[in-house]
């Protein structure tokens, strides 16, 4: 049983139990963890013992959560009381929170099992998790190809069935991307939805927390319970959650669909091919496709790697070796913090922070981060002027299928293109997610990637039901 | 002494100050953790306080309403701002960045105003977060320099700050300490701090330059550790004579931070320009904009009290005293001038009631618990002559250890009434003829010799003699 | 838009940062940022002098919360995560020069 909705099922009706789903889980993870390395921990005994807890208040005949026995694993950047949190960075390891994130409590009060701590590109910079400081995950369909990133130990542990459901975190597609890769659902919702409290912040105006499951109602369910407002975090939208299993049998007949024509260019072939099934299937179900330009859109790389790095250069500046995680010892202050950050964090961090930096510093403000910062109000803008003409738009996730290992490696630019089509919905704020359409010529699987616009989270589960029924 | 009179050579100073004041708020700027001076260290931390990874900010509403309260008692426009990062390194820093105000600040354009109605501009008066506390241990001088390491209490950290900015307006360090006493009486009357220069709940930053009349503003240094109003008048006169003496013998001054020691009377360098930190602000992307709305700014400055500068006036045009002076200053300061006005009410002589108040009401907080009719009664006696200067003074003091009482009654219990001119003359002749040597000595000029008479004549009046007039009645004698 | 990175610019970028970077790094640090920085020209070709920089996907505000105190985090809870801690406190090497 892999669905989060029918072991929530199977455990409220008596016909399974909470510790039976878990050590079933706990045995996939024992056969297969050790070639995948999709966790950083995993806390067996710990869930054993959730799970129990939950069956006791089952047979007590007590009111159980949403997510009752469900094995649930999180990315390891967010915080979990007296249980080990790193960002898969040396610079983190060894360190337990000494609270829980807003999104751990939820779980934990819809009755979630959590599993462990999965595995990232260091403080989720990157597309792959060839930047974790703990060794690669590997792509569970094959084992010589990339998981995506950053989230990339979230998406194999669902892909793997190590777990029903899995959160993962998302700046520039760290949710979406890696979801493709794996060929399961992974969606990004609406800036200000999810609570980031307890997120280790990368880049605060882009990160937003979300679900990765094996299908749509999954999904639907997951976000469900963590969606809402959270008043730690000032960002968070001071509204409910959406409703959102309830509209997902509700088809797509009469909808707009926007098809992009000035998409960036580089997309692989058997991905484009997909797409165009994603449309004719679509119309077949009632919606329109329509044309939709978005002129800016080639600029959101420049964009985005001038904004993210600019904010994750302040946002890991505490990372200097006197409160907390690992300090490299040194006679002076000085000499202790650079001994820290210089061993503690792993080149791609270190080359953002220092991207960021710069772009942030005296003379080169106005050229660089203030630009950028313009250029996401024009990319906002193109996107309120297409959700004048359609409902929802359709792209790829990813120009291409999963990857081999160290194929991107060595080109910081070339792994940053992967981002291409999942950047955009960050900047503006909306939410989007990453439904599996078919696979390609290398059998691996192709994501189609729903957006809305702001607090559109119902029209896009809609399309992305609907995109499941007809892959 | 303190003003530009003092610089040779016609050179002027300009100042301007940046003070910090900790906000009188039960919790942080922007977490819930407890804003208390003086707990155990590193007992009022959660994970905003320590910038553990993860935590996010929320605004206080209570600091913001208290900021405001500052910005409309020093005369600012309230209006929308928001929030920066200020990036730097520094133990005492958690997040290795500051959330500040930076373009768009709470409060701006401001003034304040000094005796001799001198204005002093408030260019900004702004919201940000205070650091942790570091100290420093090993070395010889327990300073940071040449210590051996530092330990860390972020009790301190986040506690609401409002930074109030003055315009360079302040052309002496007479007036720069009129300036800091007349800030600190404004916030505690609106409560804003408590304004504990001796604990840091109000510091000083002093910005000094020197120029000549009709020439641009010399080179400015600023002064940190300024922790006294009596030290911010020393640092400017001794930073003013520093700079004039440095360019007269052929130098320049440099833009620097200095550090003032209270205990040498010196400033001496801590930073130059050349090595201060890039701060790369930019918007704080965890907060979002404060835009004061119209009716809650109109709602604080409706509930703001009276300020220090109209209460002193009011009070001292009632009892005839120097608006300007001590006794308003320092009854307002206390909050006593109602209490002065009750006085009055009940027929107390004007200034006599002021006078007793700021003399010996130091520990009696605002509402002393002197009944003020029974106050009253005694600067009447002390006004008709029936008691002497002296004798009310004793008779105030057993006024307050009792709380209250009928002064008449206390007179004549301890056996006071006044002595008429005469007889005190006859006391004073016998005190000459008693004292003869004392006498030719304070004839010839020894004013020590008066002492000894005066006693003389006190023993024998039995303390009912009034000094004042005994001395008065010496003198004229000395004359002829 | 500037002229591309100096290695001078990477190293004095890199103090601010407080990452310590030896000539070779500096070296590869300068060539890949530089290579970044070229790509970033394409926005140089817009015109944004009438645009609002955009710094919130969603425009909220006056969040605030209320004056009201919660416990604070057990201290020896949070020392235990410390790198070095000593009588209550976090303990830091000194600083050597005037950087205060």
Same mark, same amino acid.
């Given at each position: ?113 959590i599993v462990g701590k999965t595995n990232l ?5 990157? *597309? ?52 493709? &890769? ?44 963590? *969606? ?38 580089? =997309? ?27 002129? *800016? &859109?080639?600029? =959101? ?31 002076? &202050? ?83 293109? =992967? ?53 | ?6 610089? @040779? ?28 001076f003086g707990d155990e260290p590193n007992t ?11 935590? %996010? ?130 916030? %505690? ?22 120029? #000549?009349?009709?020439? @641009? ?69 965890? %907060? ?22 109209? $209460? ?39 200034? $006599? ?23 009253? +009664? ?6 008709? +002559? #029936? ?5 009310? #003074?004793?008779?105030?003091?057993? %006024?307050?250890?009792a709380g209250g009482g009928d002064v008449v +009654?206390?007179?004549? #219990? ?21 004292? @003869? ?44 | ?25 500096? !070296? ?9 920085? !070229? ?46 801690? !000593? ?14």
């Open positions: 049983m892999h669905k989060l909705v029918e072991i929530v099922a199977g455990i409220t009706s008596g016909s399974t139990t909470a510790t039976a789903v878990v050590e079933e889980h706990l045995a996939r993870i024992k056969a297969r963890e050790g070639e995948i390395h999709a966790f950083n921990l995993v806390t067996a005994e710990q869930a054993r013992k959730d799970a129990a807890k939950i069956d006791e208040d089952v047979k007590a005949g007590k009111v159980v959560g949403a997510l009752a026995g469900v094995p649930i694993a999180l990315k390891d950047n967010m915080c979990t009381r007296g249980v080990e949190t790193t960002c898969s960075s040396k610079i983190l390891q060894g360190w337990k929170p000494p609270y829980d994130a807003t999104v751990v409590t939820k779980l934990r009060n819809a009755g979630a099992v590109d260091e403080f989720a910079m990157g *597309s792959s998790t060839e930047n974790s400081a703990f060794g690669p995950t590997k792509n569970p369909l094959d084992i010589s190809r990339v998981p995506g990133g950053s989230s990339g130990g979230s998406a194999a542990a669902v892909s793997a069935g190590f777990v029903a459901a899995s959160l993962g975190s998302d700046t520039g597609g760290s949710i979406r991307q890696p979801a493709a &890769l794996c060929g399961v659902v992974g969606v990004k919702p609406t800036y200000g939805t999810v609570s980031r409290y307890g997120l280790v912040a990368f880049a605060s105006s882009l990160d937003q927390v979300g679900p990765f499951t094996s299908d749509v109602r999954d999904a639907a369910t997951l976000l469900e319970v963590i *969606s809402g407002h959270d008043p730690m975090d000032s960002t968070s939208i001071p509204q409910p959650a959406a409703s959102l299993v309830s509209v997902l049998d509700q088809g797509v007949k009469g909808m707009r669909i926007g098809r992009v024509t000035d998409l960036p260019e580089g =997309c692989e072939p058997d991905v484009l091919e997909r797409l165009e099934a994603a449309f004719d299937a679509m119309r077949n179900a009632g919606a329109t496709i329509v044309d939709v330009k978005l002129p *800016s &859109l080639q600029y =959101c790389l420049t964009a985005y790697y001038l904004i993210a790095p600019a904010e994750a250069s302040s946002n890991l500046a505490r990372y200097d070796g006197v409160r907390y995680g690992n300090r490299v010892d040194s006679a002076d &202050l000085n000499a202790m913090y650079a001994a820290t950050r210089e061993s503690g964090f792993g080149e791609e961090v270190k080359r953002r922070i220092m991207l960021g930096t710069y772009a942030l510093s005296a003379g080169y403000f106005d050229a660089y981060y203030g630009k950028a910062l313009k250029v996401r109000r024009l990319i906002s803008d193109d996107f309120a002027r297409a959700y004048q003409d359609v409902d929802v738009i359709l792209t790829p996730t990813s120009p291409s299928t999963a990857f081999k290992f160290g194929s991107k490696t060595d080109n910081p630019l070339a792994m940053y293109l =992967c981002d291409v089509f999942t950047i955009p919905t960050n900047l503006a704020g909306h939410p989007a997610m990453s439904v599996p359409f078919g696979v390609g010529s290398d059998s691996m699987p192709i994501g189609i990637q729903v957006l809305a616009t702001t607090m559109g989270e119902q029209t896009m589960f809609k399309v992305a039901a609907e995109l499941e029924r007809a892959s | 002494m303190s003003d530009n009179t003092t610089l @040779p050579n016609g050179w002027q100073l300009v100042v301007g100050l940046e003070v910090h004041v900790e906000l009188a708020t039960k919790t942080k700027m922007f977490s819930a953790s407890t804003n208390r009022n931390i959660d994970p905003v306080t320590l910038g553990l990874p993860g935590a %996010l900010p929320v605004l206080n509403k209570h600091a913001v309403e208290l900021a405001m309260r500052i910005g409309l008692a020093l005369n600012c426009k309230v209006q929308p701002c928001t929030f920066h990062r200020k990036n730097y390194f520094y133990p005492d820093l958690p997040k290795a960045y500051q959330i500040t105000q930076y373009d768009h600040p709470l409060n701006v354009d401001g003034f304040l105003m000094l005796p001799g109605d001198v204005r002093i501009g408030i260019e900004r008066a702004h919201l940000e977060e205070d650091t942790g506390k570091s100290t420093h241990f090993g070395g010889s001088s327990g300073r940071i320099h040449g210590s051996d390491y530092s330990l860390l209490d972020y009790n301190r950290a986040g506690v609401p700050l409002v930074e109030i900015v003055s315009r360079p307006d302040i052309r002496t360090s007479e007036q720069a300490r009129q300036y800091v006493a007349e800030l600190r009486a404004i916030l %505690l009357a609106v409560g804003a701090s408590d304004a504990k220069m001796e604990e840091g709940s109000m510091r000083c930053d002093v910005n000094v330059s020197v120029h #000549k009349a009709g020439t @641009p503003f010399g080179t400015r240094c600023e002064i940190k550790n300024v922790n006294s109003i009596r030290s911010v008048g020393r640092a400017i006169d001794y930073e003013a004579r520093r700079q004039v003496d440095l360019i007269e013998s052929g130098g320049t001054v440099r833009q620097e931070t200095r550090h003032w020691d209270d205990a040498t009377g010196r400033t001496e360098t801590l930073r130059t320009k050349e090595d201060a930190d890039d701060y790369r602000y930019f918007l704080e992307p965890d %907060l979002v904009p404060l835009v004061p709305e119209q009716s809650w700014i109109d709602q604080v400055r409706a509930e703001l009290p009276v300020l220090p500068a109209r $209460r002193r006036n009011a009070l001292a045009e009632l009892c005839g005293v120097d608006k300007d002076g001590e006794s308003a200053f320092v009854v307002v300061e206390r909050g006593q001038d109602e209490y002065v006005v009750e006085v009055i009410n009940c027929g107390g002589d004007p200034r $006599r009631s002021v006078i007793y108040v700021q003399q010996a009401f130091a520990e009696q907080g605002p509402k002393p618990k002197v009944p003020a009719r029974d106050l009253a +009664a005694l600067t009447i006696l002390e006004r008709d +002559a #029936k008691v002497t200067s002296t004798q009310a #003074k004793t008779l105030l003091t057993d %006024l307050i250890e +009654a206390m007179a004549a #219990k301890r056996g006071f009434e006044a002595l008429d001119t005469g007889a005190l003359e006859a006391m004073v002749d016998a005190a000459i003829a008693a004292e @003869p040597g004392a006498w030719q000595k304070y004839c010839a000029g020894e004013e020590k010799a008066l002492g000894a008479l005066v006693g003389a004549i006190m023993k024998s009046s039995k303390g009912k003699a009034d000094g004042k007039a005994v001395t008065a009645i010496l003198q004229s004698k000395r004359k002829k | 838009m500037s002229e591309s990175i100096s290695k001078e610019t990477v190293v004095k970028v890199s103090r601010l940062a407080r990452l310590s970077l030896t000539p070779e790094q500096a !070296e590869k640090m300068t060539s890949q940022l530089a290579g970044m920085l !070229e790509h970033f020209r394409d926005i140089d070709a817009l015109d944004l002098s009438d645009v609002e920089p955009m710094t919130q996907p969603y425009p909220l505000k006056n969040v605030m919360r209320e004056d009201v105190e919660a416990e604070s985090l057990d201290r020896q809870e949070v020392l235990d995560q410390a790198p070095a801690a !000593e009588s209550g406190r976090f303990r830091v090497p000194p600083t050597i020069g005037f950087d205060v």
